[in-house]
């Protein structure tokens, strides 16, 4: 007889992701703050699990394949800090998903880039995951990573 897992921890194992485990901030601020229905959570970069940054720059020496891979690094660092303010299973609604991607000066694959976040936002929270979304160029982001992500979610009541 086979258990069936449900929520989204159960979506994250299905999907062989895991989360990964966060230490604190390098710097003084809070890397989730919650303001009545609404949690800000600060800025996510594509440091993999390992502790490896994954860098570079759009159009210089990473590719739109490259940053998809770092954006869905950088989600899945967002979604392990809001499971650490709130837990995931409180998610209502992801309502804004910025993205920002380090990109030489004539790169334009921001938005593709982005979408590696997007997607995978989506395929563990299902319709909590859509979201409004900007994606920016930026010359360069902290420790050299490629993508850096930050979202506002609206918790369960």
């Known amino acids: 007889m086979s258990t069936r897992v449900t929520g989204v921890h159960g979506r994250l194992?299905?999907?062989?992701?895991?989360?990964?485990?966060?230490?604190?901030?390098?710097?003084?601020?809070e890397p989730a703050v919650r303001a009545g229905n609404l949690l800000h959570v600060s800025g996510q970069i594509s440091r993999a699990a390992t502790g490896e940054v994954l860098g570079g720059r759009l159009g210089e020496d990473a590719d739109v394949a490259d940053g998809v891979a770092a954006a869905r690094i950088s989600?899945?660092?967002?979604?392990?800090?809001?499971?650490?303010?709130?837990?995931?299973?409180?998610?209502?609604?992801?309502?804004?998903?910025?993205a920002w991607?380090?990109?030489a000066k004539?790169?334009?694959?921001?938005?593709?880039?982005?979408?590696?976040a997007s997607r995978l936002l989506l395929d563990v929270l299902g319709d909590a995951g859509r979201h409004a979304r900007t994606a920016l160029a930026a010359h360069v982001l902290p420790q050299g990573a490629l993508v850096e992500v930050d979202a506002i979610v609206a918790v369960r009541p």
């Open 13 to 29: 194992a299905e999907l062989s992701l895991d989360l990964p485990l966060l230490g604190p901030p390098r710097c003084a601020y």
């Open 101 to 103: 991607v380090a990109s």
């Open 75 to 98: 989600a899945l660092n967002l979604l392990a800090r809001i499971d650490g303010a709130i837990g995931l299973d409180n998610v209502a609604q992801v309502v804004k998903l910025n």
């Open 106 to 116: 004539n790169a334009h694959g921001q938005p593709e880039v982005a979408d590696g």
